[in-house]
């Protein structure tokens, strides 16, 4: 289905009959998907027939996804804002871009492996390294198809998270128990502030996070190695390719420094951030007390401040990296792979700010990911390990990282929500 052509705008009449146009699309598209999507069921071949229906939901996906981008472009004009070509352009219409930007991306994973199924049909050592597909169906993040019980998340999961990251972390007063330590403002507030984040989402599921970093993050989804004890302001901005978290290294180019920060027990990390157009940047995030008065501190002011931890554990690098590239995936699909845009990134916001600092994927799946972002983005194969040999389907990173980006321009349309709710939308 062909994206939908909105007619020239002459009144707020003609605009509400455009939206009532989109809609009846929209309804149509969501119905068709809704279809499809039900008639596919778990199958233990996962054969070329199966991922050519995939590839006809991702299709419709990504129309639901223009059409709601439309609507709201119509929206923005009717109250008397600026143009819809200012509507576009980022930050405004960014979550929404996302969204079309990843059912593109998802498309084109599903048409490859339909033809890679239809040409390993006859070959079983080939179709063996396909297993991990089921993965990225069952997953809550993936298709979810299913069963509805194996859907719900066991909330005792959760509890037992954010119990075991206040421990390891040492975050509560030792004092005052109703208040936890905010390792970016050195300060103890109060523990209503606070979230329990993961840094892999938990909605992948753990066979997920295990096929993308091996063995040996096996039961590590809720494990405090792969979460935070954010501020929720921080928190609520974590996933929507603003920031990340990454070494504390001045020049991550020099190899010195990172031998140094490779060595250090414990390591010590930083706020980077890529977006300096965001509006959240001028949000205040704490008060800083330190001068006997409260001086307000915004986004902007913590890029490059080191993060101030309690005690020793730290969460694993494997999966702050992993979050670093969510990010970057958002960045790319937000503003282009082209040299003016990376040349800023890379330059002023630091985009590669993780450098060449440790190996942490599997060389097939980051060369997978870089099919995405484009060459541009090579530097990035400088924390890909060519020994690390994972037996899965080479584009679990990439499905995961860009499930991950669309799981976070969602919390940013729909004003933040709780990512442990076993949220479905239909056209997911």
């Known amino acids: 289905m062909p994206p939908p052509v909105i007619p020239d705008r002459t009144s707020s009449k003609r605009l509400l009959e455009t939206n009532d146009q989109l809609d009846t699309q ?31 939901i991702a299709a419709l996906g990504k129309t639901s996804s223009q059409l709601e981008l439309h609507k709201a472009a119509n929206n923005y004009v009717a109250v008397g804002q600026k143009s819809e070509e200012d509507f576009m352009k980022p930050p405004i219409a960014d979550p929404l871009n996302v969204q079309v930007k990843f059912w593109e991306s ?41 069963e509805t019980m194996a859907r719900r998340r066991d909330a005792k999961n959760q509890s037992d998270f954010k119990s075991e990251v206040l421990r390891q972390y040492d975050v ?24 329990a984040s993961h840094i892999v989402a938990c909605r992948h599921g753990q066979e997920m996070m295990t096929a993308i970093f091996v063995l040996d993050a096996k039961g590590e989804l809720f494990s405090a190695s792969n979460g935070l004890m954010l501020p929720t302001l921080v928190e609520e901005q974590f996933d929507n390719g603003m920031m ?28 980077n951030f890529f977006d300096n157009a965001r509006r959240a940047l001028d949000e205040d995030v704490y008060d800083d007390m330190s001068s006997g008065k409260a001086v307000p501190v915004k986004f902007r002011d913590l890029h490059n401040q080191e993060l101030h931890f309690r005690g020793n554990f730290r969460p694993r690098a494997r999966y702050l990296y992993f979050h670093y590239c969510c990010q970057v995936l958002r960045n790319a ?35 997978a990911f ?21 037996g899965a389907e080479r584009h679990v990173f ?4 860009a499930r991950q980006v669309s799981l976070g321009a969602k919390k940013e349309l729909k004003g933040g929500f709780d990512e442990d709710e076993d949220e479905e939308d239909e056209e997911e």
């Open 370 to 390: 870089l099919e995405e972002l484009g060459h541009e983005y090579k530097p990035l194969m400088a924390n890909a390990d060519p020994a690390l040999e994972i």
């Open 398 to 401: 990439v499905d995961a990282a």
């Open 106 to 146: 998802e498309r084109k994973v599903y048409r490859t492996r339909e033809i890679e199924m239809k040409v390993s049909s006859k070959n079983p050592e080939r179709r063996s390294r396909h297993v991990s597909m089921q993965l990225f169906t069952s997953s809550p993040l993936g298709l979810g198809i299913r």
């Open 333 to 367: 699909w937000s503003k282009g792979a082209n040299a003016k845009s990376l040349s800023t990134m890379q330059g002023e916001h630091r985009v590669f700010a993780w450098g060449t600092v440790g190996k942490y994927m599997a060389e097939d799946q980051m060369r």
């Open 172 to 195: 509560v007063h030792p004092d005052t128990p109703n208040k936890y330590w905010n390792m970016i403002s050195r300060q103890y507030e109060p523990r209503t502030a606070f979230t």
């Open 244 to 271: 990340a978290i990454v070494p504390a290294i001045k020049n991550p180019s020099s190899k010195a420094e990172v031998a140094l920060w490779l060595n250090q027990e414990p390591r010590k990390y930083k706020i």
């Open 26 to 56: 929209l309804s149509k598209v969501r119905e068709d998907f809704k279809k499809i999507k039900s008639n596919l069921k778990p199958k233990t071949s996962f054969d070329s027939e199966y991922w050519a229906q995939t590839v006809q």
